[in-house]
């Protein structure tokens, strides 16, 4: 995390190292609500510009404004209602019933050299159940 927002990932650690995984990977997808609403999306970094990531699967019975606060859910890797950054434009496409609406990122990728690692206490239980299910399975 920083202090704008959410930066990425940890996938690996050594004593003195750590990789993670940047939001801006085209594989990562994060787990996101809207803030007003609460409705559930998730969002994806196009590839395009670092500075703005793409919200997907918001119904268009949603009402949402530009500049509506796009949020962490409850099933990210994230602490939940963590800062992913703002709406700045909404696409309406013919061809679903979704918008397409793009979010610039609350953290700016063009500037930030620092970030804080948040610990999830709960690694080891989410693991143990993971685990057991994968043997009943």
């Known amino acids: ?23 801006l990977h085209r594989n990562a997808k994060v787990s996101v609500v809207l803030k007003k609403t609460g ?31 796009v949020l962490t859910s409850p099933y990210s890797n994230f602490p939940s209602g963590q800062l992913v950054g703002t709406v700045s434009s909404i696409a309406n496409d013919l061809s679903s019933n979704f918008y397409t609406i793009k979010v610039k990122t609350g953290t700016n990728f063009y500037t930030i050299q620092f970030v804080y690692v948040v610990e999830n206490k709960m690694t080891e239980e989410i693991n143990a159940i993971e685990h057991a299910n994968k043997i009943n399975s």
């Open 1 to 23: 995390l920083s202090d704008k927002g959410i930066v990425g990932v940890v996938e690996y650690v050594s004593k003195n190292y750590a990789r993670v995984m940047s939001i």
């Open 39 to 69: 409705v559930q999306g998730r969002v994806a970094w196009d590839g395009v510009d670092p500075a703005f990531v793409i919200l997907s699967n918001i119904p268009k019975s949603e009402k949402i404004k530009l500049g509506d606060s």
